[in-house]
């Protein structure tokens, strides 16, 4: 909610402004006797000239003749609380990446990146056509009101939603044919793009061209890259040494080379890394398969019982969160800890030193408290997945399973049973749970569908 | 230019562009062997009552783990005041490394067990390429979950009695936390360095780093999960403070022993 009304906000701020510059009246009847200048007035205009003034400028400023404001990327604060940064510090990480990537507008990319200039470009920006029949923006018209023009998971629609939309700046994506700490490759984003995600309010595109889809899923990468370098931005100041005195080296090399290249190094070296599958046998006896991956599910190697339940209807382990909640009950336990830790202190048991100190870490805990409060959506647990419906987020063919059990799921507590658990097994722990949503057999003492909409 | 982060893909640097000042300092550094190399010893010293941990019940695989007395292993503080799990690591990048220990593979594997639902040890010192076996003692199966910032993260189903291997290549400034999702009160703390400089405080609130180069005045660091950095406490019956838990030390010929680091209760409320 607040998110949405911040975005309307700054609109009605400006234009309350303006209309107090020009002379409205407040809601106590006085005039505000300002010109347009901003100059005191000498009230000798009758209040309708005033108005109509007024009325015209408002005209003005909203039939295109006054620019509006560019759109801006916010700043991790969330990061910036936690790594106690001092203003001075924000502003450098923001003009180093203001230098590296550019604006919403007008984004760019170190070449490094091995991004599409051409692709940003037609994905960043307002909703605008340059060329007669094509429309450019496309991330502002598609994308940006549940993920945010930063791409940090809080576009205004964000907070109704649940699951929250990803934020993609830690550079953690769930759904993907790659190993669990690697990056998605571009067909794997342009797959969630495409089908959408069941069962999450993130819709299938489908009805885009190929063209708008892969210009957007490589703004993803754009904004996955750019999130992931604020973050490590932030993070280099606590390795700063004294002489340094809260400053990061600003040379284009060091920052290309020490923060820009490991983050799109594993972006480019995701595009070869595919999780090798074996096909599953052509002859598998299926009820054989589907009793062994019965077994495996619930016996205590591959251990799918623990989170996803006994019944199955991921109701075995409910208290975890997924790494981006974590970070944010993490950061809320600190300031908590915090406060009630300095209210048992007092000033008057200090010297003036711890004093000062103590002053100033009441001031971070407040900072912190509020930085939650506008840029942090309240952290919610995560739900293993109920694999009673046969909805999975993240694809529904036999492979997609055999990818999550593989790798698990980045970013979630799902483990990977890479290494543990060989490939035909995973191939009879999909077959088990391909049968899931159909095992009405009475097994769990019901006699109809298990549904978890009656269970929980 | 380079000084802060030298570690970080120095390798790819070494080949390209070893004309970088610090990448060749570091060279340089590293293949000149120091004359003789020494220990630093020492031991926390907690200065107050010792706190008691508390229980912490068991809500998964009871049978199992509910016969183990489990407790908040964040403050050990034992009967003689030593503080367990304080960590002590060369900061200083610029730093001359004993040639036989320079390479982290081939150091023996670190281990971190997962054994009577918890973490064994709790928190472990982990060199930049030594591989790190995490094992699994309890017949129930747990699962590993790395959170680290610059390397890539992992989280690995370790089942009874298997074990999986993981190594790092990137050092990380602040410890990584190992978490396991099936049994959510088991934590424990990886310290990742570029360099075997570093260790662990014993039981008993004693540590050893072995084979540091002798004169050579180094930036140390010093942190506990409760207490953070480290900045304040009493070495050698003087009050000391280390911003950010750092303090430069030199170890002498035939090994420094620091005696007792004495820390107030307050740092790790």
Request: hydrophobic share 40%; with cysteine; net charge negative.
């Given at each position: 909610?607040?998110?949405?009304?911040?975005?309307?906000?700054?609109?009605?701020?400006?234009?309350?402004?303006?209309?107090?510059?020009?002379?409205?009246?407040?809601?106590?009847?006085?005039?505000?006797?300002?010109?347009?200048?901003?100059?005191?007035?000498?009230?000798?205009?009758?209040?309708?000239?005033?108005?109509?003034?007024?009325?015209?400028?408002?005209?003005?400023?909203?039939?295109?003749?006054?620019?509006?404001?560019?759109?801006?990327?916010?700043?991790?604060?969330?990061?910036?609380?936690?790594?106690?940064?001092?203003?001075?510090?924000?502003?450098?990480?923001?003009?180093?990446?203001?230098?590296?990537?550019?604006?919403?507008?007008?984004?760019?990319?170190?070449?490094?990146?091995?991004?599409?200039?051409?692709?940003?470009?037609?994905?960043?920006?307002?909703?605008?056509?340059?060329?007669?029949?094509?429309?450019?923006?496309?991330?502002?018209?598609?994308?940006?009101?549940?993920?945010?023009?930063?791409?940090?998971?809080?576009?205004?629609?964000?907070?109704?939603?649940?699951?929250?939309?990803?934020?993609?700046?830690?550079?953690?994506?769930?759904?993907?044919?790659?190993?669990?700490?690697?990056?998605?490759?571009?067909?794997?984003?342009?797959?969630?793009?495409?089908?959408?995600?069941?069962?999450?309010?993130?819709?299938?595109?489908?009805?885009?061209?190929?063209?708008?889809?892969?210009?957007?899923?490589?703004?993803?990468?754009?904004?996955?890259?750019?999130?992931?370098?604020?973050?490590?931005?932030?993070?280099?100041?606590?390795?700063?040494?004294?002489?340094?005195?809260?400053?990061?080296?600003?040379?284009?090399?060091?920052?290309?080379?020490?923060?820009?290249?490991?983050?799109?190094?594993?972006?480019?070296?995701?595009?070869?890394?595919?999780?090798?599958?074996?096909?599953?046998?052509?002859?598998?006896?299926?009820?054989?398969?589907?009793?062994?991956?019965?077994?495996?599910?619930?016996?205590?190697?591959?251990?799918?019982?623990?989170?996803?339940?006994?019944?199955?209807?991921?109701?075995?382990?409910?208290?975890?969160?997924?790494?981006?909640?974590?970070?944010?009950?993490?950061?809320?336990?600190?300031?908590?800890?915090?406060?009630?830790?300095?209210?048992?202190?007092?000033?008057?048991?200090?010297?003036?030193?711890?004093?000062?100190?103590?002053?100033?870490?009441?001031?971070?805990?407040?900072?912190?408290?509020?930085?939650?409060?506008?840029?942090a959506l309240p952290p919610r647990t995560i739900r293993p997945r109920n694999l009673r419906q046969g909805i999975y987020r993240g694809g529904m063919r036999p492979l997609d399973l055999y990818y999550r059990i593989h790798a698990g799921i980045n970013g979630a507590p799902m483990p990977a049973a890479k290494g543990t658990v060989p490939p035909e097994d995973i191939w009879h722990i999909v077959n088990y749970i391909r049968s899931l949503p159909y095992d009405f057999n009475g097994t769990l003492g019901v006699d109809k569908p298990m549904v978890a909409r009656d269970r929980l | 230019m380079f000084r802060i982060f030298p570690s970080?893909?120095?390798?790819?640097?070494?080949?390209?562009?070893?004309?970088?000042?610090?990448?060749?300092?570091?060279?340089?550094?590293?293949?000149?062997?120091?004359?003789?190399?020494?220990?630093?010893?020492?031991?926390?010293?907690?200065?107050?009552?010792?706190?008691?941990?508390?229980?912490?019940?068991?809500?998964?695989?009871?049978?199992?783990?509910?016969?183990?007395?489990?407790?908040?292993e964040e403050l050990a503080v034992s009967a003689d005041k030593g503080i367990a799990n304080v960590v002590i690591f060369v900061r200083s990048k610029k730093v001359t490394v004993h040639p036989d220990l320079e390479d982290g593979s081939k150091a023996e594997p670190a281990v971190l067990d997962n054994k009577d639902c918890r973490f064994e040890p709790h928190v472990g010192f982990v060199q930049t390429g030594q591989t790190l076996t995490i094992k699994n003692s309890d017949p129930v199966g747990h699962n590993s979950n790395i959170a680290t910032m610059k390397n890539s993260p992992s989280n690995s189903l370790i089942p009874s009695?298997?074990?999986?291997?993981?190594?790092?290549?990137?050092?990380?400034?602040?410890?990584?936390?190992?978490?396991?999702?099936?049994?959510?009160?088991?934590?424990?703390?990886?310290?990742?360095?570029?360099?075997?400089?570093?260790?662990?405080?014993?039981?008993?609130?004693?540590?050893?780093?072995?084979?540091?180069?002798?004169?050579?005045?180094?930036?140390?660091?010093?942190?506990?999960?409760?207490?953070?950095?480290?900045?304040?406490?009493?070495?050698?019956?003087?009050?000391?403070?280390?911003?950010?838990?750092?303090?430069?030390?030199?170890?002498?010929?035939?090994?420094?022993?620091?005696?007792?680091?004495?820390?107030?209760?307050?740092?790790?409320?």
């Open positions: 909610m607040k998110m949405l009304v911040r975005t309307l906000d700054m609109e009605y701020e400006t234009v309350s402004a303006f209309a107090a510059q020009a002379g409205f009246k407040t809601p106590s009847g006085d005039l505000i006797r300002r010109d347009t200048r901003g100059h005191l007035s000498s009230g000798l205009f009758p209040v309708w000239v005033l108005g109509g003034v007024a009325v015209f400028l408002l005209l003005l400023t909203t039939t295109g003749c006054g620019k509006t404001a560019a759109a801006s990327y916010r700043l991790n604060m969330v990061e910036s609380a936690k790594q106690r940064l001092k203003p001075e510090q924000e502003q450098q990480v923001a003009t180093i990446l203001a230098a590296l990537f550019g604006t919403p507008d007008e984004p760019i990319a170190p070449s490094e990146c091995g991004l599409d200039a051409a692709k940003l470009h037609l994905a960043a920006g307002p909703v605008r056509s340059d060329i007669v029949g094509r429309k450019n923006g496309l991330y502002r018209e598609h994308c940006a009101h549940c993920h945010g023009v930063t791409g940090d998971g809080m576009g205004p629609t964000a907070a109704f939603l649940n699951p929250y939309p990803r934020d993609y700046r830690p550079g953690v994506f769930k759904f993907k044919s790659t190993e669990r700490a690697d990056k998605p490759t571009h067909a794997d984003l342009v797959m969630v793009l495409r089908n959408g995600l069941a069962g999450s309010s993130m819709p299938s595109f489908a009805l885009l061209s190929d063209a708008k889809i892969d210009a957007l899923s490589e703004y993803v990468k754009y904004l996955s890259i750019r999130g992931e370098v604020e973050l490590a931005l932030m993070r280099a100041f606590f390795e700063l040494d004294d002489e340094d005195q809260g400053r990061l080296p600003e040379d284009r090399e060091f920052l290309i080379e020490e923060i820009v290249l490991p983050v799109a190094e594993a972006w480019q070296a995701a595009e070869d890394a595919l999780i090798d599958v074996p096909e599953m046998a052509a002859d598998i006896d299926m009820a054989a398969s589907i009793a062994k991956g019965k077994e495996l599910f619930y016996g205590n190697k591959a251990n799918c019982v623990k989170c996803h339940g006994v019944t199955g209807l991921g109701d075995g382990q409910v208290n975890d969160y997924d790494d981006w909640n974590k970070v944010v009950l993490q950061a809320h336990k600190t300031v908590q800890g915090g406060l009630e830790q300095a209210g048992e202190a007092s000033t008057w048991d200090m010297d003036a030193d711890e004093a000062d100190e103590h002053r100033a870490e009441l001031a971070w805990l407040d900072r912190f408290q509020k930085v939650l409060d506008g840029n | 970080l893909r120095h390798k790819g640097l070494q080949l390209t562009s070893g004309a970088f000042a610090m990448v060749s300092v570091t060279l340089l550094a590293g293949s000149l062997p120091a004359a003789e190399w020494a220990t630093l010893k020492g031991r926390f010293v907690y200065d107050g009552a010792a706190p008691e941990p508390a229980a912490i019940t068991a809500d998964k695989d009871v049978a199992v783990c509910g016969k183990h007395k489990l407790v908040n009695n298997g074990s999986s291997d993981v190594t790092f290549s990137r050092d990380e400034a602040i410890p990584a936390t190992v978490t396991c999702n099936i049994h959510p009160w088991m934590k424990a703390y990886l310290v990742i360095r570029p360099n075997p400089y570093g260790a662990v405080t014993a039981a008993d609130g004693s540590f050893e780093i072995e084979n540091l180069p002798v004169g050579e005045e180094l930036e140390f660091q010093l942190w506990h999960e409760k207490g953070g950095y480290l900045d304040e406490f009493v070495l050698d019956g003087k009050k000391t403070d280390a911003k950010r838990g750092r303090i430069d030390l030199t170890v002498k010929a035939g090994g420094t022993d620091l005696g007792d680091i004495v820390i107030s209760p307050k740092l790790f409320k």
